[in-house]
């Protein structure tokens, strides 16, 4: 399985916000399209999320995430939850157990 780490720092105030549109729409959209979230992590003091996200299908994880993004449900999303990020670090990662 491939696995990206997202570390996102979420506009003060919108935390909720941005849980509320990741666990309603950004959750069920990955896991339509074949991603498995491995786990979440909300640090409140700092506005940071952090989660990882895993796919594991033979065409890859960038070409499932262009997919992903490309979504007419995606799209749509209002609010957009990635409305609420004010910066974010994506990087693949490599499972040691």
């Known amino acids: 399985m491939e696995i990206q780490l997202r570390d ?3 506009q003060p105030g919108h935390m909720d916000d941005w849980i509320a549109g990741w666990k309603g729409g950004v959750v069920p959209l990955r896991q339509q399209e074949g991603f498995q979230i491995v786990g979440a992590w909300v640090d409140r003091p700092h506005d940071r ?3 990882l996200v895993g796919y594991s299908g033979a065409d890859g994880f960038e070409a499932a995430e262009e997919r992903y993004h490309a979504l007419p449900e995606r799209l749509s999303q209002d609010p957009n939850p990635s409305d609420f990020v004010e910066a974010a670090t994506l990087d ?3 499972g040691l157990l």
């Open 49 to 51: 999320f952090v989660w």
């Open 92 to 94: 693949m990662v490599d």
């Open 8 to 10: 996102y720092r979420i």
